[in-house]
């Protein structure tokens, strides 16, 4: 389980305080597959890289009792003038686990050839994308995190097998999707929340959720 125990959390601007959360207190099961919806600049990313361990509360406790994943696109932890091979081969025993089983996924699903071995700072966006995703997939999280949405590729091939293990990984694991696009949520999500003025709000059904977002906007 994933749980927020009355968490605080805020920056100043310079001028105000800008609230992210305030006292939340909320929990994300292996099986959860939960929906945020929340303008943009609301602290979207703030909330995902707190569930991540990537930033702190100010105040209260964030507990993981169970495997949780980096944020889909999260790049931190890679060197761009190594290649693909180097960089997950790395992080497959950072995250003990087989290397050669974690590069063989990786090269099947993003499936870019000779660019598997080059340095990461010559792919394009949309190879980037695809090796995130393809990390992320390749190790079996018990929760997974994703920051508005699924990389956009245009490579048929890639979205069809990306989707296919989508659909298992998330079958079995929880998920986390905060974006301020609801169609997104409708595709993955059975269930959904909207963060409003630092407080989180949850509701039984995503047309719910969405009806306090359509008027807060």
Known sequence: MLSFENVSKSFWTGSQRKVILEGASFAVEPGMRLGILAQNGTGKTTIINMMAGLEKPDHGKIIRSCTVSFPLGFMGGLVTKHSATENIRYLATLYSLDPDHVEAFCRWMCDIGEYFDMPLGTYS???RARLSLALMLAMN???YLIDEGMPSTSDVGFNRRAGAVMRE??????????????DILEQFCNSAAVLRDGKIF???TLEQAKELYDYAD
Not at 171 to 176: A, D, R
């Open 141 to 143: 999280f018990d929760i």
């Open 169 to 182: 990984r998330f079958e079995k694991s929880g998920l986390v999707i905060v974006s301020h696009q609801a």
């Open 125 to 127: 966006s949309g190879m």
């Open 202 to 204: 949850f509701f039984d």
